[in-house]
């Protein structure tokens, strides 16, 4: 689906698994219900939480040229209790 765009795998996302929060990277149109039946459906998981962070865009810096490092969208998912998903 155009909902969910990957799973973010970095040592943040990776820890929160044993809590059973999942990250993933998600459209800018995206919402928590939305997000929430994507990773049901894609996953075949039951979503107990969905809470959604905007990260901005960043200044960088190429010589004199002043360019942006875009922002994204990510959704903290939470599974129930006994359930999990592979993350690659």
């Not at 990957?6 to 820890?15: D, G, R, W």
């Amino acid at each position: 689906s155009g909902i969910l765009l990957s799973p973010l795998a970095t040592e943040k996302a990776m820890s929160g698994q044993s809590l059973n929060k999942y990250i993933f990277k998600i459209a800018f149109s995206a919402n928590k219900i939305e997000v929430a039946k994507a990773v049901g459906k894609n996953y075949n998981v039951k979503v107990v939480a969905v809470n959604i962070v905007n990260i901005p865009k960043k200044a960088r810096r190429v010589g004199k040229t002043l360019g942006f490092k875009s922002g994204y969208k990510k959704a903290i998912v939470t599974l129930a209790k006994g359930q999990s998903i592979e993350i690659k």
